[in-house]
């Protein structure tokens, strides 16, 4: 097994750091990656920002309620982006139907993912910790306002890299079988006995692992996270920012 899938292997999520910034040409570094990620049809249709103001990220954490959004070596936050595109249009083209479609929507997300998944990799590689931030969307309309975002810019998710200060366990992942299908989708019912033998795994980490511990499985997880709606407020957001409309 080569280095690299060994640092993808030994993933886990950080969210303790030391109080030792990271250099400028590691976060630079970090950007470079991101950059040469896979991108759709080259459009490179996120943007980067980098949060470096203890105040933004103190209203940042307010909106997340996690402290590692504040302590932490560097914010960056991904946004799905298709304001340079438009910008590009001058009077004489129309653009506007394809910009706000669906198909376009997702081209955006999958840009930024793979950006932030190549800048993940490249920050780990570096034997720095990083910790993904979706609860920026617990109040979206907050984030846009504090970072001035145009229209057909939204704010996706933050990602936070420092120097661990400890080292959770690694958390098990759903089997091969369950989410790996050769040629066609695999019934619910033939996966049902992958997911069971995740659920006693899971269990088990759940009540092993060195901090935290608990009784619960994924398949319990799962229903309670569903059952309740959140961020309701996403879907008028987006469009309301000129995207996902058709």
Known sequence: ?????????????????????????????????????STSSNVMAYTIIGITDTSL?????????HLHVKNNAHLFIFCGDLNRINQLADDTVSIEDNLESTEQFIVATIDAALAAQNATIAAESMGLGICYIGSLRNDINRVNELL????????????????????????PRLPLEAVYHENKYLPFQEQQKFIEAYDNEIEQYYQTRSSNTKIDTWTDQMIRKF?????MDVSPFVKQKGLNKK
Not at 156 to 165: I, Q
């Open 227 to 231: 059952s309740q709606p959140t961020r």
């Open 1 to 37: 097994m080569n280095q690299t899938v060994e640092t993808i292997l030994n993933h886990r999520s950080i969210r303790k750091f030391k109080d030792e910034p990271v250099t400028k040409e590691q976060i630079h570094t970090i950007i470079k990656a991101a950059r040469q990620a």
């Open 57 to 65: 990220k103190e209203e940042l954490y307010k909106v997340s309620g």
């Open 148 to 171: 001035e975002l145009p229209q057909h810019v939204l704010p996706l998710f933050g990602l936070v890299v420092g120097h661990p200060d400890h080292q959770p366990d690694i958390k």
